[in-house]
């Protein structure tokens, strides 16, 4: 594990995770929404563009790869009286760890993935 500074804001970086990542297929937008994800797994959507530059969007579509790929996991909770829901996300923290990961969070990240199927249908959607 290489360790970075604070002040270059990327902090503690896992080689080895960042790698598990390109091999199934995801890339450093990933890796950076999982970055910040480490530090707060409550953060918005546009919390997670603002610091990443990415738009709304794109982080949604982000976030929802990784949840197929099963490095997230997405977390439907009470929201606020502005919104209906949010997310929590747990994240995989060591490829050592992937099958507990799995284990734990597979089958709940799957109804996720099929209520974004259903959805993505019922709106003609490319996520």
Known sequence: MLSISDDNKIGTFNSELFQY????GLNIKHFMIHKL??????????DIAGKTGLDGDAVFKH?????RKYVLYSEY???????NYK?????LKSVRNTE?????YKEATDINIARWDRKKI??????
């Open 21 to 24: 990542y390109l091999d199934i």
């Open 37 to 46: 994800l480490l530090k707060d797994n409550k953060l918005t959507i546009e």
């Open 63 to 67: 976030i929802r790869q990784m949840n």
């Open 77 to 83: 909770v009470r929201g606020s009286k502005y919104s």
């Open 87 to 91: 997310f929590k996300h747990r994240l």
């Open 100 to 104: 507990q990961f799995m284990d734990k």
């Open 122 to 127: 019922m709106n003609n959607d490319s996520t």
